[in-house]
Nanobody, 124 residues
Framework: QVQLLQSGGGLVQAGDSLRLSCAVS????????MAWFRQAPGKEREFVAA?????????YADSIVKGRFSVSRDNDKSAAYLQMNSLEPEDTALYYC????????????????WGQGTQVTVSS
């Protein structure tokens, strides 16, 4: 059984940085594309960033990220990361990591496995 365990997040001020982590167990991590989504209260879950199995290809929701976020992975540690810089109050949401075999996708329904979510709150 593949499990995703998230860590990081918290309450920060506008302009601060955070790094979210997602540790994967129970599967061959290097077979999975990894993605980050977020969901604000009353809104649908939206794509933020993704990285392919090797780390050689990434994709971002440019309208959200605006060059501030960076997705990465360490296959030796079976972990994926989302580095978030210059955080804004609009980034406040529950952030999820997700995994799927084969290529990157941006739709939540394309992902088989999900982390438990971690809250990011950015105060102005």
């Amino acid at each position: 059984q593949v499990q995703l365990l998230q860590s990081g997040g918290g309450l920060v001020q506008a302009g601060d940085s955070l790094r979210l982590s997602c540790a994967v167990s129970g599967g061959t991590f290097s077979r999975y594309a990894m993605a980050w989504f977020r969901q604000a209260p009353g809104k649908e879950r939206e794509f933020v960033a993704a990285i392919n199995w090797s780390g050689g290809s990434t994709e971002y929701a440019d309208s959200i990220v605006k060059g501030r976020f960076s997705v990465s992975r360490d296959n030796d540690k079976s972990a994926a990361y989302l580095q978030m810089n210059s955080l804004e109050p609009e980034d406040t949401a529950l952030y999820y990591c997700a995994a799927r075999k084969a290529p990157i996708r941006t739709l939540p329904g394309s992902y088989e496995y999900w982390g438990q979510g971690t809250q990011v709150t950015v105060s102005s």
